[in-house]
């Protein structure tokens, strides 16, 4: 019973705190609906993007330009945001970007100029960065006091919730405009806010974590971990490519260059998702057997496989399959290398991190229209198999990582750790 009480104390945000407030298991469904909630509404966006195209009259390379607003506005406030985590804490500033985040849903939908799409998708991209790195950050020190690697949990909740709103969007694409569409999803997001925040609210984050000191407060890493955060940040960075190009330009490829009906252009990244979805669900279990190393080199050539056959196949029904093994393959590269930035480096290196992840966001739209304009789209995406190459060959550079003369603390060795709590703690009843 100490370990367990032990626990309870760190979740409930110090010692000496009520062991009675803020169970793991609250906290877990509350954050897992905000991540689920951050997809859902990317994803609803994300399905509009052809429509939007067609209402401000956008070519490839002026669309990739405007598109390049939400991954700067991401950019922009991510450093920015892991400094207000610090400050007042991950859980609020989740919940005040859950709120930004929902009401800027409905913003593209107003633009009829490729300059006016770009400007709004700045606020977009603002609210969904500052969400990401807060909601994140809240997830890493969960995680710390769970002693157990369900990082890939709370993603495969944004992968699902990506899903979701793909396909409902697939669904009313045919019959709704966007104006209305983006509204609805404002008002959901909304709604969802209103029900899950108050559980952030009332309860503070867990303390537990590597990225703290023994006081609980944001440990300042030495100039070797923050050289690890950096290789994970690129890692992220690989992977974010790849997601962003299938959510911009994956709907188009299907439509444009193999004739798809718009509804089962809509469905590719619907199909993307469920299958990062799939991967993150088990991803607990694959880091347990496998490791972060093997899930990482193994991950990212099943990416590689997989987006060359979605960007190369002559049908779409092919490249389906292809967009499908390509979620299975980069489900786990980004929570694994967001999740041990943070274990080194607390929301600073949470923001770091998914600052440079993101930035494969920043750099991916562009480069895929102008690729696409001077070759051609699937060309162009095949770049997204050569980053998960990338992050496979990083990922198994990074497999005898050390922090300050010593190896980082693996998510193995905390699992090890928490069966020997739990069967001290059964001894001890």
Not at 147 to 175: K, N, Y
Request: aromatic share 6%.
């Amino acid at each position: 019973m100490p370990q367990l009480n032990k626990l309870r104390t760190a979740l409930s945000g110090g010692p000496g705190g009520n062991t009675a407030t803020a169970p793991s298991a609250r906290l877990r469904v509350a954050l897992t609906v905000f991540f689920a909630l951050d997809g859902f509404l990317f994803a609803g966006w994300v399905v509009r993007i052809p429509a939007i195209k067609h209402q401000t009259g956008a070519s490839a390379t002026t669309l990739g330009l405007a598109l390049l607003g939400v991954s700067a506005g991401a950019v922009v406030t991510m450093m920015f945001t892991g400094r207000l985590c610090r400050r007042f804490g991950s859980h609020p500033v989740t919940v005040v970007c859950g709120v930004l985040l929902s009401l800027a849903i409905a913003l593209p939908a107003q633009t009829h100029s490729a300059l006016a799409l770009g400007l709004v998708l700045l606020v977009f991209g603002a609210a969904y960065g500052g969400m990401n790195v807060a909601m994140n950050s809240a997830a890493v020190d969960l995680v710390a006091a769970l002693r157990r690697p369900v990082m890939p949990g709370f993603h495969a909740a944004f992968s699902l919730g990506g899903m979701i709103g793909a396909g409902l969007g697939g669904l009313v694409a045919g019959g709704l405009s966007p104006t209305a569409h983006l509204l609805a999803l404002t008002g959901a997001g909304l709604l969802v806010t209103a029900v899950a925040g108050p559980v952030l609210l009332r309860h503070p984050a867990p303390v537990a974590g590597s990225g703290t000191d023994g006081a609980g407060k944001p440990r300042r890493p030495d100039g070797r971990a923050r050289r690890l955060v950096i290789l994970f940040g690129v890692i992220a960075l690989c992977t974010a490519y790849g997601e962003g190009a299938l959510a911009d330009w994956g709907a188009l490829h299907l439509e444009q260059d193999l004739h798809a009906h718009p509804g089962v252009a809509a469905a590719g990244y619907s199909l993307f998702a469920l299958a990062m979805t799939a991967g993150r669900l088990t991803g607990t279990t694959l880091l347990e057997r496998l490791g972060q190393t093997r899930t990482l080199v193994v991950g990212g050539t099943t990416a590689a496989a997989g987006m060359l056959l979605g960007s190369l196949a002559p049908s779409a029904w092919a490249a389906l399959i292809g967009f499908a093994v390509t979620g299975l393959g980069l489900a786990n590269i980004f929570p694994v290398a967001v999740g041990r930035a943070g274990e080194l480096a607390g929301p600073g290196g949470v923001a770091a991190a998914s600052t440079l992840g993101y930035g494969g966001m920043l750099l991916g739209p562009p480069a895929i229209g102008f690729l696409a304009d001077w070759f051609s789209l699937p060309a162009a995406l095949t770049t997204v198999a050569l980053l998960a190459v990338a992050a496979a060959a990083l990922g198994y550079g990074a497999r005898n990582a050390t922090a300050t003369g010593r190896p980082v603390a693996s998510w193995e060795e905390a699992v090890a750790s928490h069966r020997e709590s739990r069967s001290a703690a059964t001894i001890g009843s």
